[in-house]
């Protein structure tokens, strides 16, 4: 169970999510998304940070950091977009500190966006992210109960 000092964490970092991913985009997205939050959208944006940021450049760094707090975002709202049950949690263990999403597949599974792209800049592969939205996909049902809209979803959290 989080501590409530990490959850209060979380949610100051999830309250501006609309704002971020939706009006964000033009300055720290790929210029190129059409179909947004679904797989094929994931190798959009992995091409896009593997050609803004070099190999062996600092991603967390204060060059970059705002492109991967922004793609972090996008690719864990993808995955509770498209996944039953997904959601932010703070994260535990090796993940402690970072905003996590659960993954309801009875393995007590955490996805850390952040992680995942420090892995995707360091492989450059171009698919670590479809890779891992396939991992879970192989577990975990596609969403049938619907969401509120991504500017509703966390704006109460920063009350």
């Known amino acids: 169970?989080?501590?409530?000092?990490?959850?209060?964490?979380?949610?100051t970092w999830l309250a501006p999510m609309w704002w971020e991913l939706e009006n964000e985009i033009w300055e720290k997205g790929p210029e190129d998304?059409?179909?947004?939050?679904n797989r094929d959208s994931l190798d959009v944006l992995e091409e896009f940070l593997l050609r803004r940021i070099p190999a062996g450049a600092a991603p967390n760094g204060p060059d970059y950091i705002d492109h991967m707090d922004w793609a972090a975002?996008?690719?864990?709202e993808t995955l509770v977009e498209n996944f039953e049950g997904c959601s932010w949690e703070p994260g535990k263990?090796?993940?402690?500190g970072l905003p996590v999403i659960a993954v309801p597949d009875g393995t007590?599974?955490?996805?850390?966006?952040?992680?995942?792209?420090?892995?995707?800049?360091?492989?450059r592969t171009g698919h670590e992210l479809t890779r891992a939205y396939d991992a879970i996909a192989a577990?975990?049902?596609?969403?049938?109960?619907?969401?509120?809209?991504?500017?509703?979803?966390?704006?109460?959290?920063?009350?």
Request: aromatic share 10%; charged share 30%; proline share 7%.
């Open 93 to 96: 263990g090796r993940y402690s």
């Open 73 to 76: 975002r996008y690719f864990g």
């Open 33 to 37: 998304f059409e179909d947004l939050y």
């Open 108 to 123: 007590g599974l955490q996805e850390s966006p952040l992680s995942r792209l420090n892995i995707a800049l360091e492989r």
């Open 1 to 11: 169970m989080a501590t409530a000092e990490a959850q209060r964490e979380v949610d």
């Open 139 to 159: 577990t975990v049902p596609a969403r049938t109960t619907e969401l509120p809209p991504l500017e509703e979803r966390y704006v109460h959290l920063g009350d």
